[in-house]
Nanobody, 123 residues
Framework: QVQLVESGGGLVQAGASLRLSCVAS????????MAWFRQTPGRERQFVAA??????SPGYTDSVKDRFIISRDNNMLNLQMNSLKPEDTAIYFC??????????????????WGQGTQVTVSS
């Protein structure tokens, strides 16, 4: 079992930066691929970024490429969010999944989830 706890959300103006963190604890937490998803009311969780258990091969959704950076250090997962836009407003979730041949971008590929942290970007 793996427990995930996010932090770092908040209210910022457009163009600002935020850094989200996720602490993973439990059995072999560092053995999982990790990802960030986000969700807005009435919509399914959407893939934001993911990283392999080795810390390599990060992947991003097109809308955040060149603005967000995903990284991990032991059991800590981070998401550096720069040049934030109002459309980035969402609840952000940290997720962990058993590694597969390729990086998974579907929420169905992740078995462990945090409780979420709210990010609000005002215009």
């Amino acid at each position: 079992q793996v427990q995930l706890v996010e932090s770092g959300g908040g209210l910022v103006q457009a163009g600002a930066s935020l850094r989200l963190s996720c602490v993973a604890s439990g059995r072999a937490a560092s053995a999982y691929d990790m990802a960030w998803f986000r969700q807005t009311p009435g919509r399914e969780r959407q893939f934001v970024a993911a990283i392999r258990r080795s810390g390599g091969s990060p992947g991003y959704t097109d809308s955040v490429k060149d603005r967000f950076i995903i990284s991990r250090d032991n059991n800590m997962l981070n998401l550096q969010m720069n040049s934030l836009k109002p459309e980035d407003t969402a609840i952000y979730f940290c997720a962990g999944g058993v590694p597969t041949l390729s990086l998974v971008r579907s929420s169905r590929g992740y078995q462990y989830w945090g409780q979420g942290t709210q990010v609000t970007v005002s215009s």
